[in-house]
């Protein structure tokens, strides 16, 4: 009897929207769905249905100036193309940014949102970019702790996140005590996409302070209407989070990053948050100082893990 887990697919995982699922209800377009970029209109207000469900796609990376579907994915034949058809920056009521890419697959034009949507709220269409052929995968792909940060471990006890080794057992949500498989670290300014986000105690159920760099996702459990998407369970960008107040982004000096890597993309616990492992893939490869990117695929030959998403919340529960 062979034990050891499937495979993972060869391939960056995301998920988009259909067309359909993502319609301008005010405004010069209203009644249509997503479209090309060139036929969008600045100031039109887009929402996304509540009975959207997000689709699953695996693209492979390894010809990032021409991105193609990968072996698993839920969504297009292997090998086929995905073409880029532009973008939408989108704001909603509160101020916040959504940048949303455009891609086509098998002649169908599909939404990919760099960050959640929130069902049923509006977005009004701030500008519309061309396309350019480039797919922004790497704002996904990004995962790193600051210096200081407490791991949980798989005894119970935590660990300062500079003293763990490769092998320390780590504490999962999903699958117990893992090992630790790769820890790669590096000093950068903490200035624009650099800079970290600092959660104050207590915000997230953190004892201590908590930051992370921009793009990394923290695992939310959301009850009641007001969600991020139509989960209870969703993993979303620290840079999201930000409110000015107790979520900062802290600029100026340095800092020092760590990323933490796993057999699979797991969710473990950072100052007693559940928070996302890095993401083994060519898109958070490329994101890595060329020496980390070199050590990352040298222990993870193919870079082919399989993205974590929250599972899907019953349609028929209401929490």
């Known amino acids: 009897m062979n034990d050891a887990p499937p495979p993972s697919p060869r391939g960056h995982s995301v998920e988009v929207f259909g067309a359909d699922a993502i319609r301008v209800v005010s405004g010069a377009g ?3 769905g997503l479209g090309p970029a060139a036929r969008a209109h600045p100031g ?3 929402q996304l249905s509540d009975a959207a469900r997000p689709l699953r796609l695996l693209i492979d990376l390894r010809d990032p100036a021409a991105p193609r579907i990968a072996q698993g ?7 086929g193309a995905v073409a880029h058809r532009g973008r939408l920056v989108l704001m909603s009521p509160e101020g916040d940014r959504v940048d949303l890419e455009l891609v086509e697959i098998d002649a169908a034009l599909y939404g990919l949102p760099l960050s959640p949507l929130l069902a049923r709220r509006d977005y009004v269409l701030l500008r519309a970019s061309p396309p350019d052929g480039a797919v922004r995968l790497s704002d996904l792909a990004c995962a790193a702790f600051a210096e200081g940060t407490r791991i949980a471990l798989g005894d119970g006890g935590e660990r300062a996140i500079e003293a763990l080794q490769v092998g320390d057992p780590v504490l999962t949500r999903d699958n117990g005590s893992q090992p630790l498989r ?3 670290q590096t000093t950068l300014r903490a200035a624009g996409r650099f800079a970290p986000v600092r959660f ?3 915000v997230l159920g953190n004892a201590a302070p908590l930051q992370l760099s921009p793009q990394h996702r923290v695992f939310l459990y959301q009850r009641g209407d007001r969600r991020l998407g139509p989960r209870a369970e969703v993993l979303v960008q620290a840079r999201m989070l930000v409110d000015g107040d107790r979520v900062q982004s802290r600029e100026g000096g340095r800092v020092r990053y760590l990323s933490l890597a796993f057999d699979r993309h797991e969710i473990i616990y950072a100052e007693g948050t559940p928070v996302e492992s890095l993401p083994v893939s060519a898109a958070s490869a490329a994101q890595l100082p060329a020496d980390l990117a070199e050590d990352l695929r040298a222990r993870f030959p193919g870079l082919r893990q399989r993205g974590h998403f929250a599972p899907e919340a019953d349609p028929r529960a209401r929490p």
């Open 44 to 46: 039109d207000i887009y």
């Open 200 to 202: 104050a105690p207590g």
């Open 30 to 32: 209203e009644g249509a």
């Open 182 to 184: 790769w820890i790669g």
């Open 73 to 79: 994915s839920g969504l297009g034949a292997p090998g």
